[in-house]
């Protein structure tokens, strides 16, 4: 059975360094693409980016790019997202999602995580 | 960047009826890459469609997508208790990958 499992809830002040992951079970993790999407309180879904396990591949959206970090340790089969300095806008839930591929047909996301809540105040 | 923008912003539907959700990309969307998504509250997405017009495993045939272009449709044939949630769609053929901003089907 295809699983991803997101790290729990996370309460931070600004300007501390968070890391969470997205364990996959069920699949190969290093032949299919690990993509992360932020869904701020009571708005719609944002695209962040997206990283190819197999050989790190990253891609990043502008609008995130330079403000998270993205990696994998496929040893372990976990996907991560970082900040270096959060800050209260991060506030949000960041769910992780399998996709198929980068582009191309079934490039969806097709298994998704639970949903990891970040929180950010002072 | 695609933009992607759907309509309405809320349906509201009784059950048994059909529910049609559009969603508009700013410039042609390759090879028509579109998916559809639908998200409860409290829960993560669930792909429902994906190339346009493909349903994903599991999912009902009531729902049907279809679409080219620019122009996309996400189509519930006969509204279940089960359907009421917010729709998204999402464009992965061009870089970067943008979501709409959702149409909530609500009962009314």
């Known amino acids: 059975e295809v699983e991803l499992v997101q790290s729990g ?3 931070k002040k600004p300007g501390e360094s968070l890391k969470i992951s997205c364990k996959g079970s069920g699949f190969d993790f290093t032949n299919y693409w690990i993509g992360w999407v932020r869904q701020m309180p009571g708005k719609g879904l944002e695209w962040m980016g997206i990283i190819y396990p197999g050989d790190s591949d990253t891609r990043y959206s502008p609008s ?22 959060l800050k209260a806008s991060d506030t949000a839930i960041y769910y ?27 | ?6 309509s309405p912003g809320t349906l509201s539907l009784s059950p048994g009826e059909r529910a049609t959700l559009s969603c508009w990309a700013s410039q042609g ?9 639908q998200q409860k509250p409290g829960q993560a997405p669930r792909p429902l469609i994906y190339d346009a017009s493909s349903r994903a495993p599991g999912i009902p045939a009531r729902f049907r997508g279809s679409g080219s272009g620019t122009d996309f449709t996400l189509t519930i044939s006969r509204l279940e208790a089960e359907d009421f949630a917010v729709y998204y769609c999402q464009q992965y053929g061009s870089s970067p990958r943008t979501f709409g901003q959702g149409t909530k089907v609500e009962i009314k």
Request: aromatic fraction near 18%; proline fraction near 1%.
């Open chain 2, 1 to 6: 960047e695609i933009v992607l923008t759907q």
């Open chain 1, 64 to 85: 995130f790019q330079g403000h998270v970090t993205i990696s994998a340790d496929k040893s372990i089969n976990t996907a991560y997202l970082q900040w270096s300095s």
């Open chain 1, 96 to 122: 992780c999602a399998r996709h198929f591929g980068y582009f191309g047909s079934q490039a969806y996301g097709d298994y998704w995580g639970h949903g990891t809540l970040v929180s950010v105040s002072s």
């Open chain 2, 29 to 37: 969307v390759p090879s028509n890459y579109v998916a559809w998504y």
């Open chain 1, 9 to 11: 809830a996370e309460v």
